[in-house]
């Protein structure tokens, strides 16, 4: 290979890892930045006692780490080593959603487990004022929530396997905005009802969920159609 088409491929691997570091380290500032600046807006609509029970549930999301057991960061490398061979890469993809099953699986079981135990943290747990039918709907409605989050880890994993940093970074950005500054008019559409404001993040969760899903499909085919077309 001549010098020049070395160093023409060294300048474009150098620009491209600049410019996902760009876009991923803005992404990040905003979600951190937003989550900030709404936080007097939302403590003014909902009270102490309202803000409490976001805190908790912004608590809860730890839990997602917890249970991934980093599963995702391994799904992360291994598409990362075969999305250069067709074959291998199509070989792991099976084995990818056989684990995608075994999230769904774990998420049910978290759906069942709030289900079953919302009065019990709504009572034991929480020390609120807040209206008892407040409380558990809020509780099942986080719990789903979470479980459904905890299923877009692997896609999302898939993505920076494949290297889809800039399509992750403008997903972040778009349902940050999604949750924390939209979730404000929903608070004042329906009257700062924290009920509603839960359902809506639930809602928010499942289209994340398809959305992501939705990339990682697309992203996965153009990998496989471009290795046929490169081995054509």
């Known amino acids: 290979m001549p010098e020049s088409d070395k160093s023409h491929k060294h300048v474009l691997f150098v620009m491209s890892i600049k410019y996902a570091l760009s876009f991923s380290y803005t992404a990040r500032i905003y979600s951190a930045l937003i989550s900030v600046v709404v936080t007097p807006l939302y403590l003014d609509r909902v009270g102490v006692e309202g803000f409490g029970l976001m805190g908790f549930f ?41 684990v995608v099953i075994f999230f769904i699986c774990i998420a049910f079981l978290f759906i069942v487990f709030g289900y079953l135990s919302k009065h019990y943290i709504a009572v034991s747990w929480l020390n609120s004022q807040l209206d008892l039918d407040v409380l558990e709907t809020s509780v099942f409605a986080m719990l789903i929530t979470l479980a459904i989050r905890y299923l877009c880890g692997p896609f999302q994993s898939g993505l920076v396997g494949l290297e889809k940093h800039g399509v992750l970074s403008v997903y972040s950005v778009i349902f940050a905005t999604i949750k924390f500054p939209l979730g404000l008019f929903v608070l004042d559409y329906y009257n700062n009802s924290l009920t509603n404001y839960f359902i809506y993040q639930g809602c928010v969760s499942f289209l994340e969920l398809f959305v992501v899903i939705l990339l990682f499909v697309n992203s996965s085919r153009k990998v496989i159609s471009f290795d046929s077309v490169s081995s054509g």
């Open 58 to 98: 912004l608590m809860l999301q730890g839990w997602i780490a917890i249970i991934d057991a980093g599963i995702s960061g391994s799904l992360s490398r291994q598409i990362s080593i075969t999305k250069s061979n067709k074959e291998i890469f199509v070989k792991f993809l099976k084995q990818f959603y056989l």
